[in-house]
Nanobody, 126 residues
Framework: QVQLAESGGGLVQAGGSLRLSCAAS????????MGWFRQAPGKEREFVAR??????????YYANSVKGRFTIYKDNAKNTVYLQMTDLKPEDTAVYYC?????????????????WGQGTQVTVSS
């Protein structure tokens, strides 16, 4: 099993920045693609960003709504995946979830991920 724990959420003004962390423990997950999702009140959980590794290369993929503003990356020494968020907008307000998948093919749907953290709240005020 893989355990994921998010942190770093909070309240920030529009235009500000936050960095979310996802610490992984348990079964080795170093080769598992990782992702970030978010869910706003009354809305479905939506894909934000994904990171994977193959042949010594790192691959990232972003939702159009965050491309150019958010960056996903991993610190291998700390077994932690980060989501650096800049130029935050009120519409970014949501609970953000970290997830891991055993599937190596590109997937951006919640059903394609096998392990989930408990979520961290991000609130962006206008």
């Amino acid at each position: 099993q893989v355990q994921l724990a998010e942190s770093g959420g909070g309240l920030v003004q529009a235009g500000g920045s936050l960095r979310l962390s996802c610490a992984a423990s348990g079964r080795t997950f170093s080769n598992y693609p990782m992702g970030w999702f978010r869910q706003a009140p009354g809305k479905e959980r939506e894909f934000v960003a994904r990171i994977s590794w193959s042949g010594g290369y790192t691959y990232t993929y972003y939702a159009n709504s965050v491309k150019g503003r958010f960056t996903i990356y991993k610190d291998n020494a700390k077994n932690t995946v980060y989501l650096q968020m800049t130029d935050l907008k009120p519409e970014d307000t949501a609970v953000y979830y970290c997830a891991a998948t055993k599937k190596m093919v590109l997937t951006t749907t919640p059903g394609g991920f096998d392990y989930w953290g408990q979520g961290t709240q991000v609130t962006v005020s206008s």
